[in-house]
């Protein structure tokens, strides 16, 4: 699909590339891991033809279809759906077209091409993608620009999908997306089509939608086949053969060297002396291999002890304005809690989470927050809380004002801010490091309690077992907004979900809930083997699924009567000399093929749904 041969650029004077090569297979699900700042993002504009290389080539096949998520989401009075089906430019041209095409030769050409694409059930695919990624029918219909940023470029993910291009670039795909558009996103990318080339720093979609990783590091890519786990155990396998050869030739040419300096200068020993430096030249000891650095985090340490409980509500309320987005919200924080708060958007983490810092005020009931209290609040919105035109080091002086520049770039340094990037102003230091900055900043005076709504968004995969780490170590309370099931599993040890207006405990881990929201139906409880039915309770199971028996019939009977109907005017199209009537008839035999071929689909669709349904019945 893709090969790079060769490849050098840079960028302001700094080489992201050199002389880097690597082949990108057709049909290939692959994912780009590498450093944040690294140029990740970069190759995707040379892929795509936006910036130039400054030397090698990039040979991709003629008719391949490049897609990536828009750089700007759309924000107009046309609906989601419309916006998402308008992405499907060739199906878009077509029906244009065929609105105004007389030449009976080119109709059928359209009409043809339309059949093809499958555009006759682009609506409903449409409309699928949307709702895995959290767009309910009512919203579909909705116009753009009522939705927020986020969502917005959700719209713009969908788009990219639904026009399945031949080569899917997505630069960090789940940032818009909660915990379970990324379980649907896993699922849809593990069977797409065509090839995926994808940026991501999330190790569960890299295990579970890849089969191969790109690795970007000292300006070099490197292909490994496997998903994430396979490639980090690769990878590691090889640093540690590499270093054990290097060690092995160093010490080959020390023991050579010895010998050197012991008889260069004695003439019975000249010749043997000159023999093993020539030997000495040619061994060459490979050059270590070792991680690039990942600059750790760490977080003071609560300045007092709080209080237990932290925080309680009782029947607490919540929302802006007039609405109300929670209700009934009865529940307690204590010091040692690790919550991790899921559910799908919209349904009021982000509001809880500013609930609890303090950003918005209790609508009604009881909200008891310790008096000596402090909380620190991450989250993308309090990006804004940074002084673009600053440095990080004119942000500690804020801070820090008797203190010494040293001292102020101490703390930096804990931060895990280079010290180039201290004297970097704020709006051109890297998404990851402005989450550093502001989660440096925010937690300076040592909270209680930190909340972390989507914090690893702009981290590398090094950066968030970094954050792992630091969250581990630190002794206050957190709760955790995130779509990062690693980052949940490694430091929470409670589920609690957003749902239905309110805030509750989770009382199930979350591979099951996981299970839950990914199944059509809710799993069956109760345990041990089946057992023999009675007669009364078999001839209840017949009853029962007897209509469902008679649904599928039907919709077979209807599947065979459609494809009859299809074979016919297929038959008809076949004929030279239809070509050469009147247009009139050419248009009605595209359009009713048209039709059937949508009806064919919709009801394939709903006998396989029976079918499952019946599957599940007969095993219950």
Same mark, same amino acid.
């Given at each position: 699909?893709?090969?790079?041969n ?43 033809g ?21 750089q ?14 308008a992405?499907?430019?060739e199906?878009?041209a ?22 093809d ?5 682009a ?8 709702k895995?990624l959290?767009f309910?029918?009512?919203?579909q ?42 379980l ?49 155990n ?11 050869s ?8 020390a ?9 260069k ?10 023999s ?6 040619k ?33 607490v ?39 609890l ?44 004002p ?9 703390? &930096?340094?804990?931060?895990?801010? !280079?010290?180039? #990037?201290?004297? =970097?102003?704020? *709006?051109?230091?890297? @998404? %990851? ?9 925010i ?5 209680g309690?930190?909340?972390?709504d ?5 981290l ?44 509750s405990? &989770?009382?199930?881990?979350?591979d !099951?809930?996981? #299970?839950?929201? =990914?199944?059509? *139906?809710?799993?069956? @409880? %109760? ?20 209509p ?51 009806? &064919? ?20």
């Amino acid at each position: 699909m893709l090969t790079i041969n060769n490849l050098t650029y840079r960028i302001q004077g700094r080489e992201l590339f050199e002389d880097a090569s690597v082949v990108l297979p057709t049909g290939s699900k692959t994912g780009f891991v590498g450093k944040n700042g690294t140029g990740k993002t970069t190759l995707f504009h040379l892929i795509q033809g936006h910036i130039g290389a400054d030397s090698g080539s990039m040979e991709l096949n003629k008719k391949a279809r490049i897609g990536a998520v828009a750089q700007e989401a759309p924000a107009g009075n046309e609906s989601v759906l419309d916006v998402v089906l308008a992405a499907d430019k060739e199906r878009t041209a077509l029906l244009a077209e065929a609105e105004t095409a007389t030449d009976p030769h080119r109709i059928s050409d359209i009409y043809t091409r339309l059949a093809d694409i499958d555009a006759y059930s682009a609506e409903g695919r449409a409309s699928a993608i949307l709702k895995g990624l959290g767009f309910e029918q009512d919203r579909q219909n909705a116009p753009t620009h009522e939705l927020s940023g986020g969502w917005r470029m959700r719209v713009a993910l969908a788009g990219v999908l639904f026009s399945q291009p031949d080569l899917l670039l997505l630069d960090e795909p789940t940032n818009y997306l909660d915990l379970e558009g990324t379980l649907w996103l896993e699922k849809y990318l593990a069977t797409y089509p065509y090839t995926v080339f994808m940026i991501s720093h999330d190790r569960d979609l890299l295990n579970k939608s890849v089969s191969s990783i790109i690795h970007l590091e000292h300006r070099k890519l490197t292909f490994y086949k496997g998903n994430y786990d396979t490639f980090e155990n690769t990878r590691r396998l090889q640093m540690e053969l590499n270093n054990k050869s290097r060690e092995k030739s160093l010490d080959q040419i020390a023991h050579l060297q010895k010998f050197v300096d012991r008889f260069k200068a004695k003439a019975t020993k000249a010749k043997q002396a000159q023999s093993r430096m020539k030997m000495i030249e040619k061994l060459k000891p490979p050059a270590a291999m070792f991680d690039e650095y990942a600059a750790p985090f760490k977080f003071q340490q609560p300045g007092s002890e709080p209080p237990t409980p932290m925080i309680t509500l009782d029947g607490v309320s919540a929302g802006y304005g007039d609405k109300t987005i929670l209700r009934n919200i009865t529940t307690r924080i204590d010091p040692d809690d690790r919550i991790a708060l899921i559910g799908v958007n919209g349904n009021g983490k982000s509001t809880f989470a500013k609930l609890l810092a303090g950003d918005i005020a209790p609508m009604g009931g009881r909200f008891n927050k310790g008096k000596k209290l402090e909380i620190a609040h991450f989250a993308q919105h309090q990006m804004d809380k940074l002084q673009p035109e600053w440095t990080p080091l004119e942000h500690m002086v804020d801070l820090m004002p008797k203190d010494n520049e040293a001292r102020r770039r101490s703390r &930096l340094n804990q931060m895990g801010l !280079t010290t180039s #990037r201290m004297d =970097t102003k704020a *709006k051109n230091l890297s @998404g %990851g490091e402005r989450a550093r900055l502001l989660m440096g900043i925010i937690t300076f005076n040592g909270p209680g309690m930190m909340i972390l709504d989507e914090p690893t968004n702009h981290l590398d995969i090094d950066s968030r077992d970094a954050l792992v780490h630091a969250l581990n170590d630190y002794e206050g309370a957190v709760l955790i907004i995130s779509h990062d099931r690693h980052l949940i599993e490694a430091t929470c040890d409670t589920l609690w979900i957003a749902e239905g207006g309110t805030i509750s405990e &989770l009382d199930e881990d979350l591979d !099951t809930y996981q #299970r839950n929201i =990914t199944s059509t *139906k809710e799993p069956k @409880g %109760g345990g041990g083997g089946k057992g023999k039915l009675s007669k009364q309770e078999a001839a209840a199971r017949r009853a029962e699924v007897a209509p469902l028996k008679t649904s599928i019939k039907d919709a077979e009977t209807k599947i065979g009567r459609l494809k009859v109907e299809i074979d016919k005017i297929d038959t008809q199209l076949a004929d030279p000399k239809v070509y050469n009537g009147a247009p009139d008839r050419l248009i009605a035999l595209g359009r009713d093929k048209a039709r059937f071929a949508a009806e &064919l689909e919709t009801t394939e669709e709903q006998w396989l749904a029976l079918s499952a349904e019946l599957e599940d019945a007969e095993r219950a």
